[in-house]
């Protein structure tokens, strides 16, 4: 199988008045031809940094990037600003968080889904509205001539987020990003969004990195999952794996620290002790050290590096769980 | 839903606040009125958590802050250990007030970002004159401690130098300053991370069994709410659609709404995804709800009956009420 999107030992650190903040290091990922991949951590875990870097969208003087990014046979961090923008609509595609903040609030739908489609495909405003209407209907919005003409304020949340999904499907990419696409809805309105999201990858053969920190989210929309911990990839395997056979603490730990809704009521939960690390100072040892509960004299000394089982399953511990050493 | 009816309320001596008939209504134009609370009841009894659940906008954290008067409701009684605040001249509810305190959403914003810690929690202790101000510091101090932040670290720091977790720690902290024998939490882990969700969740836990409070804790996440809930009532658009322990909620729902919301719950674990029907569309604008019951425009069992008349809670099981004219069996 090939990979779509292959990240090479990306490093992104931000010059801050506090020092410099690594808010990725050296990750490694590969994202294959029409698959899902989750990205799922804490806030703070540089899962959103990652997507941006990967599309080419952090630049600026206080970044600094390192490692490579080869989206579909094009090294896009060899190639210039606009050899980049170039790929963005048919190549790669991005849904953000807040569909609020993400779409522009003076200017009306129909103009907004459209821009992409003339710029793009060098349609014509006419046919660029036409296959606007189109759109929106694909996304399943009812009564879609008159959402052309609103402004974002006028749409739910829900529906707004339509749009976006709208927006970025407009040129047919190969990869979307969505970074937190449900966080913001209702578990109702997340229900059916995500359920778009999939039917809309199998029509549209399209792959997809669904950044999230909900498990339950991750559970039923990937392929693969890769767990994010302090700037790190700490697992890679494929989601039914990883839930059935996890190797690394810091996964263990989150999942059990989640209320779950087959739970006795009234249990107490299972808490990850203390706080994501300071991003300027990570420390030698694992970054999750202080906080595991399986934590050995090595784990504050030595950095893991990543292991891979035979199958795949890539996890970065130096005392995995389910392991014998 | 939503339904009217007072079936649910269980008129014992035990209740510590007991809602009856509440409607809250704005009006955001000359002839729109808003029905955010359309004639509510519900009661809580000492030591229980409620929990109230529900979409946004369906009138949650609306219907919280009419408990405490903030503001007033249009109609109905608030009866908390006996008095009926909605009665109470504008003196004897501030003082009413300090037994029913409030945690906030946004645990950053709800934090005066000017103000130390110190000042904070003292402020309250402060107006309402509890102590000198050497047994002042010392309560302060418990209070730190019993939200597990360490005291001489934290005293004479300001909000922004916390985190979302820490704030949290700190609001409950204030909250707790004038002794309060309820505590409203309105969606009080929602803005947290999951790691950090837990720690405040086992800590409201704690606090609630160390000074034996009683709870309102208002959430969107159907399973936070069943970690924490003695009793949970869902609302929908302004009226209830079902009240029932945490235990039967969760596994025979009566109401087709509560399933739906069940339903729409992500299971993490990729070997139990079932694809259930899901509810389509969103809620009705609370303008302009729908005649009868207020859900049968997104209901798959409604009938005729629903459009003519409201449904009102009847008792479906022991301790479960329901308001609707097909219940599920």
Partial sequence: MSSLL???????????????????????????????????????????????????????????????????????????????????????????????????????????????????????????????????????????????????????????????????????????????????????????????????????????????????????????????YAGEIVEYAPTTKLFADMRMPYTEALLESIPKIDHKSGTRLAVIAGRLPDPTDRGAGCSFAPRCKYVQEKCHKEHPELKQDPDGHVYRCWFPIGVSL | MAGSGTAHLRNTVDAVLTVRDLTVEFRVAKDKIVKAVSGLSFDVIRGETLAIVGESGCGKTTLARAVLQLPPPNSGEVVFEGTDLTLLPKENLRSARTSMQMIFQDPISSLDPRMTVHQLIDEPLEIWGRGTRAERDERINNLLNNVGLEPDLVLNRRSYEFSGGQCQRISIARALALDPRMLICDEPVSALDVSIQAQILNLLQDMKDRFGLTMIFISHDLAVVKAVSNRVIVMYLGKICEVAPPETLYTKPAHHYTRALLNSVPIADPTRQTRTELLQGEPPSPMNPPSGCRFRTRCAAATALCAEQEPQLQEVAPGQFVACHHPLA
């Fill in chain 1, 6 to 228: 292959s990240v090479k030992n990306m490093s992104i650190n931000f010059d801050t008045p506090r020092g410099s903040l690594e808010a990725v290091r050296g990750v490694d990922i590969e994202i294959p031809a029409g698959m899902s991949v989750g990205v799922v951590g804490e806030s703070g875990s540089g899962k959103t940094v990652m997507c941006r870097a990967a599309m080419g969208l952090l630049q600026g003087s206080n970044v600094k990037r390192s490692g490579t990014v080869v989206f579909d046979g094009h090294e896009l961090t060899a190639m210039s600003k606009e050899e980049v923008r170039n790929l963005f609509g048919s190549g790669m595609a991005m849904i953000f968080q807040d569909p609020m903040t993400a779409l522009n609030p003076v200017r009306r739908i129909g103009s907004q889904l459209s821009e992409g489609l003339r710029v793009r495909l060098g349609m014509s405003k006419a046919d660029a509205l036409a296959r606007s209407k189109e759109l929106l209907e694909l996304v399943r919005i009812p009564n879609a001539e008159a959402v052309l003409k609103s402004f974002p304020y006028q749409l739910s949340g829900g529906m707004r987020q339509r749009v976006m999904i709208a927006i970025a499907i407009a040129c047919n990419p190969k990869l979307l990003f969505a970074d937190e696409p449900t966080t913001a809805l209702d578990v109702t309105v997340q229900a059916q969004i995500l359920q778009l999201l999939r039917e809309l990858r199998e029509d549209l053969k399209m792959s997809m990195v669904l950044v999230t920190h909900d498990l339950g989210v991750v559970a039923g929309n990937t392929d693969y999952v890769a767990v994010m």
